[in-house]
């Protein structure tokens, strides 16, 4: 192995080390309690290295919410139906959102960790949340299947709205009780109020 190809296959093995170490941590602790300090030590690299690879918690927080997303972005573009091709929107959009209160109810914690904080305390780089890939790229998913199969409604506004029921307060503290059923539930009717078959 050549010393660049080394080089590479150090930066990968120490990026997923890292990312490993970070999940490890948040099935204990909130993401603001968790110092890159930390994460070097459990990941078992230097603090530079962190820092060097992903900028910040902040940083860090968005790429590991990014790897996590990631399965459910190749489901939507290559995977079977439901949630691939094949299925018509109301049932796509169904899986889809089933799938998303999955990911969300399993990773609470970093979704919040990523919202805007309050305006006093906003970390500079935070990002509105609406500019994040994830949220770019589900919302652009949701508002394409209600486009066709309901023109008529405005499926920007729609794709935002149920959205931001993953951000509330009211619903985080609710997937933290174990209510995920519940919110899949509550979801699918008003899908299907708006979708009928």
């Known amino acids: 192995m050549t010393e660049p190809e080394r080089l590479r296959a150090d930066a990968v093995r120490n990026r ?19 110092s890159m300090e930390q994460v070097a030590a459990a990941a078992g690299v230097g603090k530079g290295t962190v820092f060097h690879r992903f900028g910040s918690r902040y940083g860090l927080m968005r790429a590991l919410m990014q790897e996590r997303a990631q399965d459910l972005e190749i489901a939507i573009n290559t995977g079977p139906p439901p949630l691939g091709q094949g299925a ?42 609406e500019a994040h890939p994830v949220y770019r790229s589900w919302h652009g998913h949701i508002s394409q299947l209600v486009h066709q199969q309901r023109p008529d409604l405005d499926a ?21 009780r174990g209510d995920g059923n519940r919110l899949d539930r509550t979801l699918r009717d008003l899908v299907t109020g708006l979708m009928p078959e």
Do not use: C, W, Y
């Open 16 to 34: 997923t080390a890292i990312l490993r170490a970070t999940e490890e941590l948040l099935t204990r602790h909130h993401p603001q309690q968790i």
């Open 156 to 176: 920007d506004m729609l794709a935002h709205v149920l959205l931001a029921t993953l951000h509330s307060e009211p619903i985080l503290n609710a997937l933290e």
């Open 88 to 129: 018509p929107p109301r049932v796509r959009l169904l899986a889809f959102l089933t799938a998303v209160v999955e990911l969300v109810a399993r990773n609470k914690g970093l979704l919040a960790a990523l919202g805007p904080a309050a305006p006093v305390t906003a970390a500079p780089e935070q990002e509105p949340r």
